[in-house]
């Protein structure tokens, strides 16, 4: 079976790999300015409030979502890989929390219930971090 040229050229490739991790950051990190940046159909760059709704939710999944790529993305660029299955679980609960606490400080009205929920969010990271740190060992148990 033949590859396709493109995957062939490993430096191409890890050249798309870096533009694309860019993007993901921009598109990322962005929405913390109260900007947004889409790059599917023409190429824009819009404002939005900061405001809890719906929309907020979205967006702080599309952030975490889209920075979850980029730390696998360069993490691949560092040729490193994930020590378990759960590592990536870890990553996005990680980041969700992370934008949640950011979204919901500028935000002005923010009820107790999305608090409690980045807290269980935190129960759950917790969780996936023991478990993550238990596969690893067993990955790790016979290598000497």
């Not at 560092?78 to 996005?92: I, M």
């Amino acid at each position: 079976m033949k590859k396709i040229s493109f995957l062939r050229n490993q430096s191409l490739f890890r050249g798309f790999i870096i533009l694309l991790g860019l993007y993901l950051l921009a598109a990322s990190v962005l929405p913390l300015f109260g900007w947004q940046l889409f790059l599917y159909g023409p190429f824009t760059l819009e404002t939005f409030p900061i405001e809890v709704g719906s929309r907020l939710f979205l967006i702080i999944t599309k952030s975490a979502s889209f920075m979850t790529l980029n730390f696998f993305a360069l993490n691949y660029l560092r040729n490193r890989k994930p020590l378990s299955s759960v590592a990536p679980l870890l990553v996005y609960c990680n980041f969700i929390i992370f934008f949640g606490v950011i979204f919901l400080i500028q935000s002005e009205n923010t009820s107790w219930s999305h608090w409690v929920l980045l807290f269980l969010l935190s129960v759950i990271s917790f969780i996936l971090f023991q478990e993550n740190r238990n596969e690893a060992r067993k990955i790790f148990k016979n290598e000497w």
